[in-house]
């Protein structure tokens, strides 16, 4: 593997990287930087390793931040210019900081954090063997973190690197030390990142396919985990693309040894993962993966799955205005089955689906059935001429249930909508269960099979 693998792995859970980069207990925030060559670098040798480390792992950040403000635009040149400028104040700062006699302790530490953000990898593990070399026996927590981690870079760069033997001792070391570190949101993350690496580096070589499995499995898992344990994702759009990854990466592993059944459990898993964090997107994207496999993929239904409980209940609905309903909530709803049908008034495939929307809101309403039309305002045309034409296509289609109109795709983006028409089905306790992209008859039939289903469960 070339070493830019490293960074390309790590952009696929950017989401929760930064956190990665700038871990190891209590780091000071970093200071305001502009460019690369900044004046700590000049005088590195006034300024504690702790902080060093925090100002480079920031630098990236300060810099969108002020790209933000200035309202630039996204460019991947950009990016790229920024992330090597990061790499640059890393190496400079670590050149300074190793100069330093009679490092130790901390100061070992983050020389090897700055040396693996500078993409100095071989030179950061060789200084996290001797961190961990020198750690006294009886550890504060702190250390016992920094250790953790420091073992996390080693088993990385093994795996990255194609020693598959090392790095398979390295996880091991990894694994066996975990216990000892107190808990942190940081240990799935660092998982699905050695295994994952794991995984690539048997596929590439074409050696112990099972392996490949194994890691890949065990991928997935640490996958589920972050996704599970982090409270807040700011960026959906990568979160959603390493589920992908680790899942498809699961999936090809095993159509590569003829287990069908196991691929299309993978991806099978992925779907009702994908209807737990309401990702319509991440949905339609599975479903594309499993009909290559299997065309007529069955009715899906989400078990009670003990990391996405009844906790991740379904994103509140953001409306200007309503039409042929009262503003109402999710919440106000609790007790009723919940069909939000995402559409546009200009979409042929959403107007067909429509008669069936009228038939199951005459036939199941009265049993607790709640159907919402969600769209919302283009910029062609002002907000009241396109909710009067709205008002006039309701009636003519005379539909018994309530649109709900937002200014902006608030509520769309929260449930990751890029395709329409899209079916969310939300049960009687406010959790997701159910999610349909497209229109066409099986995704129909689907759709009624599950919300009869719902109907004739206990709100409880």
């Given amino acids: 593997m070339d070493g830019s693998y490293f960074f390309r792995l790590m952009r696929v859970c950017g989401f ?23 004046a700590s ?25 002020e790209f933000k403000r200035a309202g630039v635009a996204y460019d991947p040149r950009l990016v790229q210019r920024v992330e090597q400028e ?13 100069k330093r006699k009679g490092l130790a302790g901390e ?38 973190e920094q250790a953790r981690t420091a073992r996390f870079v080693i088993a990385l760069h093994t795996a990255t690197s194609g020693a598959l033997e090392e790095a398979e001792l390295a996880l091991a070391d990894y694994l066996s030390h975990a216990a000892e570190a107190p808990a942190s949101a940081s240990a799935p993350r660092e998982r699905y990142l050695v295994e994952t690496a794991l995984s690539d580096a048997y596929r590439q070589r074409r050696q112990q396919p099972e392996r490949v499995i194994v890691h890949a499995r065990a991928a ?82 989400v078990p009670n799955d003990p990391l996405f409980a009844a906790t991740h209940l379904a994103p509140e609905i953001k409306a200007e205005d309503w039409l042929g309903l009262k503003p109402t909530t999710l919440a106000a ?22 008669p069936h929307m009228k038939s199951w809101q005459e036939q199941y309403g009265k049993k607790g059935l709640t159907i919402i039309a969600l769209t919302h305002y283009g910029s062609e045309r002002t907000a009241p001429e396109q909710f009067s034409e709205l008002k006039q296509f309701r009636r003519a289609w005379r539909l018994p249930f309530g649109f709900a109109v937002a200014a902006i795709a608030d509520t769309a983006r929260d449930y ?18 159910y999610l349909s992209v497209g229109a066409k008859e099986t995704d129909i039939a689907e759709l009624e099979q599950m919300i009869e289903r719902l109907i004739n469960e206990p709100a409880n």
């Fill in 220 to 301: 997935f898992d640490a996958a589920r985990q972050l996704v599970a344990t982090t409270p807040a994702i700011v960026d959906m759009a990568a979160r959603d693309e390493m589920l992908l990854r680790a899942a498809a990466s699961l999936s090809d592993a095993n159509l590569e040894l003829k287990r069908t059944g196991e691929a299309i459990a993978a991806l099978q898993d992925l779907r009702k993962l994908s209807v737990h964090l309401t990702s319509a997107d991440l949905y339609r994207r599975a479903s594309i993966l499993l009909e290559r496999i299997v065309p007529a993929v069955g009715l899906m239904t």
């Fill in 416 to 433: 990751r909508v890029n395709t329409i028409p899209t079916a969310v089905l939300i049960d009687r306790r406010g959790v997701a269960r």
């Fill in 333 to 354: 709803l609790r007790g009723r089955v919940v069909l939000l049908d995402f559409w546009a008034i200009d979409c042929a495939p959403c107007r067909a689906a429509l």
């Fill in 41 to 65: 670098a000049a005088t590195a040798d006034n300024v504690s390793a702790r902080a060093l480390h925090a100002e480079a792992a920031g630098y990236a950040r300060l810099k969108y931040d």
């Fill in 86 to 98: 990061q790499r640059e104040l890393a190496a400079a700062l670590a050149a300074r900081l190793s």
């Fill in 16 to 38: 929760v990287l930064l956190p990665l980069l700038i871990s190891g207990g209590g780091v000071a925030q970093p200071a305001a930087t502009g460019v690369a060559s900044s």
């Fill in 107 to 144: 100061e070992l530490y983050y020389l090897g954090q700055l040396q693996y953000l500078a993409a100095q990898s071989a030179a950061a593990v060789e200084t996290m063997r001797r961190f961990l070399r020198e750690l006294p026996a009886q550890q504060q927590l702190e250390a016992r």
